[in-house]
């Protein structure tokens, strides 16, 4: 669950929310996420922006298309976890 308020929504980076191994693992699957359109990253913990550490089994990315398709608005993250 992302701990974080819809008016700092748009402010939280990358490196805020996946610790080391996250963003290396998400930096080296970027060109197969923009190529094929998503990308699955393996487990890990990340920092919640309350300062919570939480820990997450795959990672599901995707990008997301303006209505042309030609251009990427933005890309989605999903973290899950087994219930």
Request: hydrophobic letters at 45%; a negative charge; glycine letters at 4%.
């Amino acid at each position: 669950m992302l701990e974080t308020t819809l008016v700092s929504l748009q402010d939280i980076a990358l490196e805020n929310i996946f610790d080391e191994s996250g963003r290396m693992a998400l930096c080296s699957d970027f060109a197969k996420l923009m190529q094929q359109g998503f990308a699955c990253l393996p487990s890990g913990t990340c920092l919640s922006t309350m300062g919570r550490h939480v820990t997450y089994e795959q990672v599901v990315s995707w990008k997301v298309f303006a209505a042309s398709k030609t251009t990427t608005i933005i890309i989605c993250i999903v973290l899950l976890s087994p219930l």
